[in-house]
C-alpha cells in the first residue's frame, strides 16, 4: 500500500502526483508545489485478465512523510482508497 494516503503532503505532493498520473485516476491537485525528500517507489507487474497485465506503483518509504492518517479519505469522502 502507497504511505502517501496517510501523508499531511498528499494534496500538494509532485511524487504523488506522479503515482496518480501513473494509475490514470483523477488527480487531488492540478498544481503540486510540494517535492518530497527521497521516495522510494515500489513497482510491481500484475497479472490481469485475458492475458494482460498492470503495473502498480507504491511509494513505500520517503523522508518526507508526516503522518496524517486518513488524510486521503477525508480529501475523498466515501471514494475508495487507493491500495
Ligand atoms: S510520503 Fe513522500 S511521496 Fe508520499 S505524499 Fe508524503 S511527501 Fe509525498
Not at 502526483?17 to 513497482?43: C, M, R, S, W, Y
Not at 506503483?57 to 488524510?71: A, I, L, M, Y
Request: glycine content about 8%.
Amino acid at each position: 500500500m502507497c504511505i502517501c494516503v496517510n501523508c499531511q503532503w498528499v494534496d500538494r505532493c509532485k511524487t504523488y502526483h506522479a503515482v496518480e498520473e501513473q494509475h490514470g485516476v483523477k488527480h487531488l491537485t492540478t498544481n503540486p508545489d510540494f517535492q518530497g525528500k527521497d521516495p522510494k517507489i515500489h513497482i510491481s507487474v500484475m497479472d490481469l485478465k485475458q492475458g494482460e497485465c498492470g503495473i502498480e506503483w507504491d511509494v513505500r518509504t520517503c523522508d518526507s512523510f508526516k503522518e496524517d492518517n486518513g488524510r486521503w479519505q477525508r480529501l475523498r469522502p466515501g471514494e475508495e482508497v487507493p491500495t
